[in-house]
Structure formats: structure tokens, C-alpha cells
């Protein structure tokens, strides 16, 4: 099944708690502190497989988790860490995240990654706070919450050849042709629903991908017959077969279907008006009068057009249609060239409001007369590493906050003794010193 947009949440795993633990051995009374650290969590790795090209695979679920690392253990034995979580996406995969619609990641290179969550690191056990000012540490941290993303992915088919025309025209047929691709074939409208790439090999060393692009019709580019999903396939591509029923069997004029599809495409997206177009007058087979293929060859060689009379049933004038592309396309910027250029015209000024442009340390908001709750950046990182459960926790959180100004930010914001206090859910009151 092909299918080229979805959308998904991806979670990484969490990591593993550090324990509170002590050495205990036969005759050694008093062991000195051995809780080992909890496990990193697994990322949520997107990795670029080129035997792809759908996003099929992922489209029956709607959430994706990698493994949580585990928790530490006594004799400062590290918890395992969880095993990443790698899906296969096909090249051309672009990631967005879906709520703020920011591109993340333009994936085109076999084998190329990207990490879509990064899993929570382990926390750290008991061991590994012991120093000569506190020989017994009782406490630990716990791991942190691995990262959790809402995405949409979306394929552009990465192809040198797009083949484009209205339906029945005969483009399923050329591909077939002149490649292994193997759409459906039949003679009604829309036999092709789905893209399909093939690869067209046209001496003994070269070769070029060609996309089948299913039929367009007149208001492709505002979405009429799935247009808009079918024309954002022909955007990395280097050139254009403009495929034309020059036999007019559906009742057509050949120029006319030309003038609507060109306009199609610049409507859709001016660039893809822009690339160059080589014509394949199709059908040549089901014409009785030559001079009404000549007649019709002669206008668009006129107007600068390179055009190819062919049958793609009976093969006659393929080969030459197949060698003059592969010339074209040696003359042309490579697929590398033309994805980075269309990476920088996709790369949107993202504007940051300077209030948001870096989160704070210590945040202290006033929620109501004489409360306070204490938010940012080390706090979150702070709260999640912290076991509320156990005072000694607790206290060191409360040290590490200290010892990063909490109390003199507090004294700045005008506190007064018997105000309350929040920070995560540990509620207490203010008291000067």
C-alpha cells in the first residue's frame, strides 16, 4: 500500500532509577554506599532505507516507544540500558513536528538518521554521592522521563524523471516499457492512484529513476482528483516527460491538454513550470494521418520544445525517447544539487520571541495572594531526578536549588515569612533566615 503522509507519536524510553543501596558482607559491619546508576532509555531513531518508498509500514500504529533503561543495582552495578527503537523510513522522508508544523529533519541518503527522542538518561545511585563530608548518603535520583514528540512524516518521491499528463494517456504503459515497475495497466481514467518509481537503464553503465505521477486533470493544483497529492511528487525532480495523446481517443485536443497541465504546475508550484520538459506525442499507433502527429510536433517544436513521437504499446520511437532523456539529464545538476537547493527555499525564518528565546534556571510566579510556585529549568530537572518519598532526597534537591540562588531569588521577589511555597508537589512556608 502506498502511502505518503502520516502521522505519529514517538516516545523514547525512560531511564533507570539509581538505587539506595549499602555493602553488605560477612564481618564488615558498616558497608559503605553501593547503589549503582539506573540505564540510559532507548531513542526513537528514523533511519533511511532506499529499498522504500512508501511509509506504508508505519501507517497501522499510532504510537512508537523505545525501551525503558532499568534500574541500577546493589555493588554499584549499572542498570542495562534500553535498545533503541529504529524505523525504516524510505528516502525523501521529510519530519515535522505536528502541532508547531516546524520541518525537523529532510532525510534523502541511504542509511541517514534521525534521532525523533532521545531517551532519558539514568539516574545516578547512591554511591555515586558519597564524599568526606557525607559518608552515607541516603539517597538516589531517578532516571529522567524519555522525550515524547507528536510528528508528521512525509514523503517526496526522489526521482530524475517525472512523467506527467492527463489520465489514460499512457504514462503506466511508458514506464512499464522502458523499466520493471509494473502499475496497473487498463483503458479507463485514474488506472494509476499511487505513484510508482522504476528505473530505466539506457546504456550499459547508466541509468535514471523514473516516477509514474497519476493523472492530472484541470484544478489538479487546488486538489480536484487528489492533484495536490500527486504534484508534490514531481519537486525533486530534474525533468519532465510531458506524456500527450496525440490520437485525441478521449475526445481531447492534444495543445489544449498540453496548455492545462503546464498550467497546473505553475499554479501548484512555479518552479516545477520551470524545469525542462521533453514531449512524448503518445498513441502514434491509433493515427491514421501523419501530418496531424507533424502538425502537432511542429507547434511545440516551435515553441522551444525537444518532442518524441512514440507507441508505448508497440514500442516504436521508446528507445530514442529513452536516450534523449538520459543525455538531458547529463547535462543537468545531479539529484544532490537540486535537494539542497530545495532544502534552503524549504527553510523557514523561525522568529523567537525573546521571552522564550532561553528558559531560566529558577522561575518564581506569584499564583495568589502569599503563594508562590518555583518552576524552570533546573527545577524540572530536579523534580523529575527526585524521589519525594525520602527525605534525604528531598533535602539534597532543596541544597542543589540553594546553592543555585533559589533563596536569594525568593528575597528578590519579595517573599514574606508564612508565604507558601510550591515546587513539584512539595509544598512548604517561607521562612526568612
Do not use: C, W
Amino acid at each position: 500500500m502506498f502511502v505518503d503522509e502520516i502521522e505519529i507519536e514517538v516516545k523514547a524510553g525512560d531511564g533507570g532509577n539509581g538505587i539506595v543501596s549499602f555493602h553488605r558482607e560477612k564481618y564488615i559491619d558498616k558497608g559503605g554506599p553501593d547503589g549503582g546508576d539506573g540505564g540510559d532509555g532507548g531513542d526513537v531513531v528514523f533511519k533511511v532505507d532506499e529499498s522504500l518508498n512508501t511509509l506504508g509500514d508505519l501507517s497501522y500504529r499510532s504510537r512508537f516507544e523505545a525501551e525503558d533503561g532499568e534500574n541500577g543495582g546493589s555493588q554499584k552495578k549499572t542498570g542495562a540500558s534500553g535498545k533503541d527503537l529504529v524505523l525504516n523510513i524510505p528516502p525523501g522522508t521529510i519530519v515535522y513536528d505536528a502541532e508547531s508544523g516546524e520541518m525537523l529533519a529532510d532525510l534523502t541518503e541511504q542509511n541517514q538518521t534521525f534521532v525523533a527522542a532521545k531517551g532519558g538518561k539514568g539516574g545516578r545511585g547512591n554511591a555515586r554521592f558519597k564524599k568526606s563530608t557525607r559518608r552515607t548518603p541516603r539517597f538516589s535520583e531517578e532516571g529522567e522521563p524519555g522525550e515524547y514528540h507528536r510528528l508528521k512524516l512525509e514523503v517526496k518521491l526522489l526521482a530524475d524523471v517525472g512523467l506527467v499528463g492527463f489520465p489514460n494517456v499512457g504514462k503506466s504503459t511508458l514506464i512499464s516499457v522502458v523499466s520493471a515497475a509494473e502499475p496497473e495497466v487498463a483503458s479507463y481514467h485514474f488506472t494509476t492512484i499511487n505513484p510508482s518509481l522504476g528505473v530505466v537503464e539506457f546504456s550499459e553503465f547508466n541509468s535514471f529513476v523514473m516516477a509514474d505521477i497519476p493523472g492530472l486533470i484541470e484544478g489538479a493544483h487546488r486538489g480536484v482528483g487528489l492533484g495536490d497529492e500527486f504534484l508534490k511528487h514531481l519537486e525533486r525532480t530534474r525533468l519532465l516527460v510531458h506524456v500527450i495523446d496525440v490520437s485525441g481517443s478521449e475526445g481531447r485536443e492534444p495543445l489544449e491538454d498540453f496548455e492545462i497541465i503546464n498550467n497546473e504546475l505553475a499554479n501548484y508550484e512555479q518552479d516545477l513550470s520551470r524545469l525542462p520538459q521533453i514531449i512524448a506525442l503518445n498513441k502514434i499507433d491509433l493515427v491514421s494521418e501523419n501530418h496531424k502527429i507533424e502538425m502537432v510536433k511542429k507547434e511545440l517544436v516551435d515553441r522551444g520544445y525537444e518532442v518524441f513521437p512514440i507507441s508505448a504499446v508497440t514500442h516504436q520511437g521508446v528507445q530514442e525517447l529513452v536516450n534523449k532523456i538520459g543525455e538531458k539529464l547529463a547535462e543537468l545538476p545531479d539529484r544532490s544539487q537540486v535537494l539542497s537547493s530545495s532544502k534552503k527555499e524549504d527553510q523557514q525564518e523561525v522568529v523567537i520571541s525573546p521571552d522564550f528565546e532561553k528558559e531560566e534556571d529558577i522561575i518564581i510566579k506569584k499564583t495568589a495572594p502569599h503563594e508562590y510556585r518555583i518552576t524552570g529549568k533546573l527545577v524540572e530537572e530536579m523534580i523529575e531526578k527526585t524521589t519525594f518519598g525520602n527525605d534525604a532526597a528531598v533535602q539534597r534537591m532543596m541544597r542543589v536549588l540553594k546553592s543555585n540562588g533559589l533563596y536569594d531569588k525568593m528575597e528578590e521577589k519579595g517573599l514574606q515569612e508564612g508565604d507558601s511555597v510550591n515546587i513539584g508537589p512539595l509544598e512548604f512556608d517561607y521562612i526568612e533566615d
